[in-house]
């Protein structure tokens, strides 16, 4: 499996590693099917702006790199922006992902949502992102990959 000096990067050197202790909100997920867990957490202004993100992988080089690369993305948009970061849209971020590694991409995606989420709803506001594939015990997260490698 050959890796884009992006992923490598952001393997090696990942940014926003940690976590914020007076988060505004947090979320944890996981892939049985892969082992792979991930959590972030965020720091939102008033104007729902995310001011920070940081994240705790635990998983392969393409987990840390996509999370990595999620924490980079959402800093200073709206959560109604970030929430729509697709898997594509980091893959493409990190110059390509191997197909076998596309799920890695859609945790990290799923993990932002699932802190945005909880940010609104300690706000007695209503999610944004809808249900989260990957929160389903039964999702198999390879069902979606692309078929052609990047």
Request: proline letters at 4%; glycine letters at 8%; a negative charge.
């Amino acid at each position: 499996m050959i890796y884009s000096e992006k992923v490598m990067d952001h393997f090696n050197n990942p940014r926003n590693v940690g976590v914020i202790s007076d988060a505004d909100g947090s979320g944890e997920v996981g892939n049985p099917v892969c082992g792979d867990i991930m959590k972030i957490t965020i720091k939102v202004n008033d104007d729902d702006t995310i001011a920070d993100a940081k994240f705790q992988t635990l998983g392969c080089g393409a987990a840390i790199a996509t999370s990595s690369m999620v924490t980079e993305l959402v800093k200073g948009k709206k959560i109604q922006d970030a929430v729509r970061i697709s898997k594509r849209d980091v893959a493409d971020e990190l110059d390509g992902l191997p197909a076998a590694k596309m799920h890695c991409s859609v945790l990290a995606t799923d993990g932002l949502k699932v802190a945005v989420d909880d940010y609104l709803k300690k706000h007695g506001r209503e999610p944004l992102s809808g249900v989260i594939k990957s929160a389903d015990p039964n999702y198999n997260p390879h069902e979606d990959e692309d078929e052609e490698e990047d």
